[in-house]
């Protein structure tokens, strides 16, 4: 049997006539960029995060950009985020001349540990970026007590986190402004790059909607130096075919989780915890496994795929040598990129292919 990490045929199929219709009337249409499309799936994802305002852009890691410098975010700036991410949660900051502080993140959680940020702060942070890991939410409730006594925004990174929930509200409103990532492989994926930011805050949302259109409002007159980020009406067409079936989907995935939580439950497997409070939407199922590697090999032997996320934490990357950063700085971070690795959770995983998962999971234990 294969278990694919990923397999969005599955998701596809069960919604093809709904996505070719639109993709149709988009073609027919010929109005690509941004329009009508776009503004009803912003107000359908600030309804469905329950913000005020959301802004579609290219991508997630516009998103980020775009939150950034929206905040004024430039040289000489520091901001304090998580070694245990994607890239772009830093590569923003730098883009931006600025300069990424990490801070170690909970063993348990994966996301930044909140009693870690005051001594990071300096006279220069200019903004906190938390990153809603594997779609649980960081702990927000200290990091924005923190954030508010030091005057700083707070920037969610829920790009993994699309339906996720802090004590009842969903990531996209916990912080200053979000970004989320509309990639495939997200909970709510495009046909290719998308992204959007949620904010309460309108000036905040002005600028990002300006931001993203090169800075012009109106029209070629430019009062900011912006970028080029729009969002396609095509991917805005299929993604407001697939919001409906989200909280489906993410209901697919937990219940997908624990599933294996049962399964894996007799093993020396760490596995993933939802913290109190806490609305976990498993964009990834990542466990602690002993002998990783040779475990992913074995895995692959039977069949099943599975993925590091992510084998070099931020601060060990070649690029950021020069900040100084040496092994040992960020122990959890640098302990967890040793030992994880993320399991098939897609929400149309069967009941056989969890258990097959399992079963090899076992055997290489038992070895
Ligand atoms: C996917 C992802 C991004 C970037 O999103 P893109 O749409 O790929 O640009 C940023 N941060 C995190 C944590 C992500 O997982």
Redesign the pocket.
């Known amino acids: 049997m294969n278990v694919p990490l990923l397999d969005l045929t599955r998701q596809y199929s069960s919604i093809e006539p709904q996505i070719k219709a639109v993709v149709e009337e988009v073609m027919k249409s010929q109005y690509f960029i941004m329009g009508p499309r776009v503004v009803d799936l912003e107000k359908k994802i600030a309804e469905y995060c329950g913000a005020k305002y959301a802004c579609g852009c290219a991508?997630?890691?516009?998103?980020?950009l775009l939150s950034l410098m929206a905040l004024g975010v430039g040289p000489g700036d520091e901001v304090v985020t998580t070694p245990f991410?994607?890239f772009?949660?830093a590569g923003c900051i730098s883009r931006l001349c600025a300069k990424p502080v990490f801070v170690d993140i909970d063993p348990s959680t994966y996301n930044i540990n909140p009693d870690l940020i005051e001594r990071a702060i300096t006279s220069r942070t200019k903004a906190i970026i938390p990153?809603h890991?594997f779609g649980q939410c960081a702990d927000m409730d200290p990091i924005n007590a923190v954030a508010q006594k030091h005057g700083i925004p707070v920037i969610e990174?829920a790009?993994?986190a699309i339906g996720a929930k802090y004590k009842g509200k969903r990531a996209g409103t916990l912080g200053t402004i979000a970004?989320f990532?509309?990639?495939p492989s997200?909970n709510l994926g495009a046909f290719g790059?998308?992204?959007i930011i949620t904010t309460d805050d309108q000036k905040l949302y002005d600028l990002v909607s300006i931001l993203r259109v090169h800075g012009s409002k109106p029209k070629y007159f430019h009062k900011y130096i912006g970028i080029n980020s729009r969002l396609d009406a095509l991917q805005a067409a299929i993604l407001l075919v697939k919001l409906p079936h989200l909280d489906k989907w993410n209901e697919g995935r937990r219940a997908n989780a624990a599933s294996y939580n049962k399964l894996l439950s007799g093993m020396s497997v760490g596995l993933p915890t939802e913290q109190g409070g806490l609305y976990h939407i498993y964009?990834q199922y990542t466990v602690r496994v002993p002998r990783r590697d040779e475990c992913r090999e074995y895995l692959k032997s039977k069949g099943v795929g599975t993925e590091i996320y992510y084998p070099v934490p931020l601060h060990l990357q070649e690029c950021y040598a020069s900040l100084g950063y040496g092994r040992g700085a960020l122990p959890a971070a640098e302990k967890a990129a040793d030992e994880v690795m993320s399991l098939p959770i897609f929400p149309e995983l069967t009941a056989a292919e969890r258990q097959h998962v399992a079963t090899a999971l076992a055997e290489f234990m038992a070895k």
């Open positions: 991508s997630g890691t516009d998103a980020i991410t994607f772009a949660t990153v890991l990174d790009a993994q970004a990532s509309f990639f997200k790059d998308g992204g964009n």
